[in-house]
């Protein structure tokens, strides 16, 4: 099946230091994908959907200036936690389909636990 | 539009069986289920995309009603590790963004 992977799965940083996690499709080409976060014993909220080659697009709440998401391939998505702050401390986790295979099922990458001191 | 978990919390002993229900108030494409283990990624359990449907086997299945707006996972004979917070999921178009209901948290005891 399609591989997902996300890099890295942990990071500590200091506040107001940028952060960044990556989102690979291994084994095949993912024009959208999809960012999420998950603070503890809550579920996973969509924060955007990352389209390869032009601009994301943000849910409702979601600041733009402080999550900057690229999609520069079309294997690759990056988020990045600009001037991060102790409350931006949550579990990011991304996710992909396979719309060649016409997956509807999505792909979710291993996830990065972002600590920020 | 998130889609509504019920139970938000579930208590069994081994061997017995449970049900999560996922509603939305308006008709889904689709509807995935999920489980999750702490500080893991959500693991793929199923996607049910046709109005009546029911998928899986014996021991996890769900199903998805006519009118695509409720669809319920079965746990049948329940083992330990089916311990984990379980989502639903729904998109309203196809390929659409995937919307996550605030879970159900499954306890199996010896």
Redesign the interface.
């Known amino acids: 099946g399609a591989v997902v992977s996300q890099h890295p799965s942990w990071v500590i940083c200091k506040s107001g230091t940028s952060v960044k996690i990556e989102c690979r499709s291994l084994d095949f080409q993912a024009t959208t994908m999809f960012w999420y976060r998950q603070f503890p014993k809550q579920s996973l909220m969509l924060m955007a959907t990352s389209n390869e080659g032009s601009k994301a697009t943000y849910e409702q709440g979601v600041e733009k200036d402080k999550f900057l998401i690229n999609h520069a391939s079309l294997t690759l998505s990056t988020l990045t936690v600009t001037s991060a702050h102790p409350e931006d401390s949550s579990f990011y986790i991304c996710s992909a389909r396979d719309r060649t295979g016409k997956e509807e099922k999505l792909f979710f990458g291993s996830g990065t636990q972002l600590s920020v001191l | 539009q998130?889609p509504v978990q019920s139970p938000q919390a579930v208590i069994l002993r081994e061997g017995e069986d449970a049900v999560i229900n996922c509603s939305s108030s308006k008709a889904l494409y689709?509807v995935?289920w999920y489980r999750q283990k702490h500080?893991?990624?959500?693991v793929?359990l199923m996607?049910l995309?046709k109005g009546g449907e029911q998928k899986g086997h014996e021991k996890i299945s769900a199903s998805f009603n006519e009118k695509k707006q409720q669809s319920s996972l079965y746990l049948t004979a329940s083992q330990l590790s089916y311990s984990g917070t379980y989502?639903c999921?729904s998109?309203g178009t196809?390929?659409g963004?995937?919307?996550?209901?605030?879970?159900t948290i499954l306890t199996v005891h010896p």
Do not use: V, W
Not at chain 2, 97 to 103: A, D, N, R, Y
């Open positions: 998130q689709s995935h500080g893991e990624a959500p793929f996607i995309l989502f999921g998109t196809s390929y963004k995937l919307t996550f209901g605030q879970g």
